[in-house]
Antibody
């Protein structure tokens, strides 16, 4: 079945870096746009970034622009989110989500990986 | 901060109909499709509605969507206990070059 599995979350100090990953299986990973969405404790869903199916375009939420980088390796069926200069307010569960299966919607989601930014 | 506004809560008894509104602007809902997600406790978010009114396979027809201008609504008819959870609208925003989510609505079954 179509599946996304995130990994790499953990506890990190403010100002440090962390990379989370998302592996896809059960579908042709290289054919789909991929996204990161996060949910801070007690808050709603927040879209973070998107990357085109071939990696040719990326867009970011204003809250992470200049600090986060989304990338993908279509040979490894893996999506990445490199997070630098982390802030306490970046603490959240980070979900990867597939886009393009249906218009402008995320039709497959992972279970999420928690990231805690704390001193 | 969320760009799309939703009521924080909605509730009903089993079998009742509940409606959730989503208010946006001319750069998102006004010109792009509205999507709805269901997020139940301890699970990954689930796509509930796309292209304003389309249900993915597996979503029961108790769920229906509508849109008018810069606002949209999700209706749940025949409310069931398993519908308890959070519901989010979303859309692409042309002025932000990104997706925007609603503030979320917690649905309770009394």
């Amino acid at each position: 079945q179509e599946q996304l599995v995130e990994s790499g979350g953990g506890v990190v100090q403010p100002g440090k870096s962390l990379r989370v990953s998302c592996g896809g299986s059960g579908f042709t990973f290289s054919s789909y746009e991929m996204n990161w969405v996060r949910q801070a404790p007690g808050k709603g869903l927040e879209w973070v970034a998107v990357i085109w199916f071939d990696g040719s375009n990326m867009y970011y939420a204003d809250s992470v622009k200049g600090r986060f980088t989304i990338s993908r390796d279509n040979f490894k069926n893996t999506l990445y989110l490199q997070m630098k200069n982390l802030r306490v307010e970046d603490t959240a569960v980070y979900y990867c989500a597939r886009g393009g299966g249906v218009p402008f919607a995320f039709d497959v989601w992972g279970q999420g990986t928690p990231v805690t930014v704390s001193s | 901060q969320s760009v799309l506004s939703q009521p924080p809560s909605a509730s009903g008894t089993p079998g009742q109909r509940v409606s959730i509104s989503c208010s946006g602007s001319s750069s998102n809902i006004g010109i792009n499709s509205v999507i709805w997600y269901q997020h139940l406790p301890g699970t990954a978010p689930r796509l509930l509605m796309y292209s304003d009114i389309q249900r993915p396979s597996g979503v029961p027809d108790r769920f229906s969507g509508s849109k008018s201008g810069t606002s949209a609504s999700l209706a749940i008819s025949g409310l069931q206990s398993e519908d308890e959870g959070d519901y989010y609208c979303a859309a692409w925003d042309d002025s932000r070059n990104g997706y925007v989510f609603g503030t979320g609505t917690r649905v309770s079954v009394l």
